[in-house]
C-alpha cells in the first residue's frame, strides 16, 4: 500500500540507525534533568531534544519523509498550527504566577 | 448539477479522482486521527504546563527515574520491534510478523505494569487525584489523567496488536493493515517522548 518505496527497498539498518538515535537522545534528556541550570533553560533544552526525537519517529519509524509530499505538508502544517495556536494562554499562566497585576 | 457533472468532468471532479495525497484511504484516516490525537495530548499538556506555572508550591516528588528511564527504552525499542514486524508482513513471512507484533505488544504489557507499578507506588505515599504530602493537589489530577491518558492509549494499542496481528495471521488482514497499526503504536512512543520531560523530570527532586 505505501507510497513509501525507500521503505520497502532500504534494510534494517537505517531504522537501527534512527532507533540508536532516538535512544541517545532520549538518555540526554535525563542527562539534562540533572544540570544545574534555571528551570526555564531545562524546559527549554527538554523541548528541542523531545522535538527532534518526535522528528525522527516521524519522518522516519512512520515514513513520512518517503511518503506524498502532499501528504508531509498536510500533517506538519495542521500538526504545528494547532501546536502553536494552543499557546494562546501562557500570558494568563504567567498572570497568575506574577501576583495578578492586571485583575485589580 | 446532474450525476454526470459529478462523475465525469463537472466543478467538483478534481475533489473526487482518486485518493487524497495518493494514499489510501484507511492509512490516510489513520493520519487524521493522529492529527486530532496530537491536539488531544497538546490540550492535556498546555493545561498542565499553565497550571504548573501559576501554582507556586508545585511538587517535586520524583527521586528516582530508573524506572521511567526503563519504560522509555522498553516503548522506544517496541517501536523498533514494530518496524520490523511491518517489514516481515510486506516481505511476505507471516510468522515473522506476527511473531514481532505479539514482542511488540509484549513490550507494550510491560510498559504498562511498569506504569501501574509506579502509580501504586505514588498511592502508596499518600498520592490521590485532589491531594498529596508535598505541595498542591492539582499534581495528582495532573499526573494521573495524562500519563492516564496515555495509558489508555497504549492499552488500545496493546488489544490492536494482538487482534490484528491474529487475524493477519488468518488472512483476514493485510501486511498494509499492519503498517497502518505501527502508525498508530509509533504515535503512542512519540507523546511518551513529551510526557516524560514535562511530567517526570521537570519534577524530579533535587
Known amino acids: 500500500m505505501t507510497t513509501a518505496a525507500e521503505h520497502k ?6 531504522d537501527l540507525v534512527v532507533y540508536l538515535c532516538i535512544l541517545a537522545l532520549a538518555a540526554f534528556q535525563f542527562v539534562i534533568a540533572y544540570q544545574n541550570i534555571d528551570a526555564s533553560q531545562m524546559f527549554v533544552r527538554m523541548m528541542i531534544v523531545a522535538i ?11 515514513h513520512l519523509w518517503a511518503e506524498n509530499r502532499g501528504l508531509l505538508w498536510f500533517v506538519v502544517v495542521f500538526t504545528v498550527f494547532v501546536l502553536l495556536a494552543m499557546q494562546y494562554g501562557w500570558t494568563d499562566s504567567f498572570r497568575l504566577s506574577g501576583g495578578v497585576p492586571w485583575a485589580k | 448539477m ?4 459529478l462523475t465525469i468532468g463537472g466543478p467538483t471532479a478534481g475533489l473526487t479522482a482518486g485518493p487524497a495525497f495518493s494514499v489510501p484511504a484507511k492509512k490516510l484516516a489513520m ?12 490540550a492535556c499538556l498546555v493545561a498542565y504546563g499553565f497550571i504548573r506555572n ?11 527515574i530508573t524506572n521511567v528511564a526503563l519504560m522509555t ?24 510478523a506476527l511473531r514481532w507484533t505479539f514482542i511488540t505488544a509484549a513490550a507494550g504489557i510491560i510498559f504498562a505494569l511498569l506504569h501501574i507499578r509506579e502509580w501504586l507506588a505514588l498511592i502508596g505515599e499518600g498520592m490521590t487525584l ?9 499534581f495528582g489530577s495532573a499526573f494521573f489523567s495524562i500519563t492516564g491518558l496515555h495509558l489508555t492509549h497504549v492499552t488500545a494499542g496493546v488489544i490492536a496488536l494482538i487482534v490484528v496481528g491474529i487475524r493477519y495471521q488468518r488472512g483476514r488482514y493485510k501486511a498494509d493493515d499492519l503498517e497502518i497499526l505501527g502508525l498508530y503504536w509509533h504515535f503512542v512512543d512519540i507523546v511518551w517522548m513529551f510526557v516524560v520531560p514535562l511530567v517526570y523530570l521537570l519534577n524530579l527532586a533535587h
Open chain 1, 9 to 14: 527497498s532500504s534494510g534494517i539498518g537505517k
Open chain 1, 52 to 62: 527532534v526525537e518526535a522528528g525522527l519517529a516521524l519522518l522516519f519509524f512512520m
Open chain 2, 2 to 5: 446532474s450525476h454526470a457533472d
Open chain 2, 31 to 42: 493520519w487524521l486521527f493522529i492529527i486530532a490525537d496530537t491536539a488531544t495530548f497538546a
Open chain 2, 54 to 64: 501559576a501554582t507556586p508550591n508545585w511538587p517535586r516528588p520524583f527521586h528516582n
Open chain 2, 73 to 96: 527504552f522498553i516503548l522506544v525499542t517496541s517501536s523498533l520491534t514494530m518496524l520490523l514486524g511491518i517489514r516481515a508482513a510486506k516481505a511476505g513471512d507471516k510468522s515473522g
Open chain 2, 130 to 138: 485532589f491531594q498529596n504530602p508535598w505541595g498542591t493537589g492539582l
